[in-house]
């Protein structure tokens, strides 16, 4: 079956960096573009970004663009999500999941994402 683990949340101070990954089984990771959604207290599931299925296109929210950095190992069978220049407001449970559109292109509704993880805390202390 599908499943998606997070890992690599944590607590960091505002300017600090973080890496999370997905491991990603089930499935053939190179036919389907991944995406990293994020939901904060009391919020909306945001799209943060996504990367296409061998990775050739890159898509980020105007609130991340130029601090996060999404990139994948399909040999590995991981997508990965580079936090840089954290900041509090960046707070959320953060979110990877599978664009049932396949590997071509990308969508930033949450509603167009198929299989979901459980989630990674990142808390950005002031």
């Known amino acids: 079956q599908v499943q998606l683990v997070e890992s690599g949340g944590g607590l960091v101070q505002a300017g600090g960096s973080l890496r999370l990954s997905c491991a990603a089984s089930?499935?053939?990771?190179?036919?389907?573009?991944m995406g990293w959604f994020r939901q904060a207290p009391g919020q909306e599931r945001d799209f943060v970004t996504a990367?296409?299925?061998?990775?050739?296109?890159?898509y980020y929210a105007d609130s991340v663009n130029g601090r996060f950095t999404i990139s994948r190992d399909n040999a590995k069978n991981t997508v990965y999500l580079q936090m840089n220049s954290l900041k509090p407001e960046d707070t959320a449970v953060y979110y990877c999941?599978?664009?049932?559109?396949?590997?071509?292109?990308?969508?930033?509704?949450?509603?167009?994402?198929?299989?979901w993880g459980q989630g990674t805390q990142v808390t950005v202390s002031s």
């Open positions: 089930g499935f053939t990771l190179s036919s389907y573009t």
């Open positions: 990367i296409t299925g061998v990775g050739e296109n890159t």
């Open positions: 999941a599978r664009f049932y559109g396949g590997p071509y292109y990308a969508r930033t509704a949450r509603t167009e994402y198929d299989y």
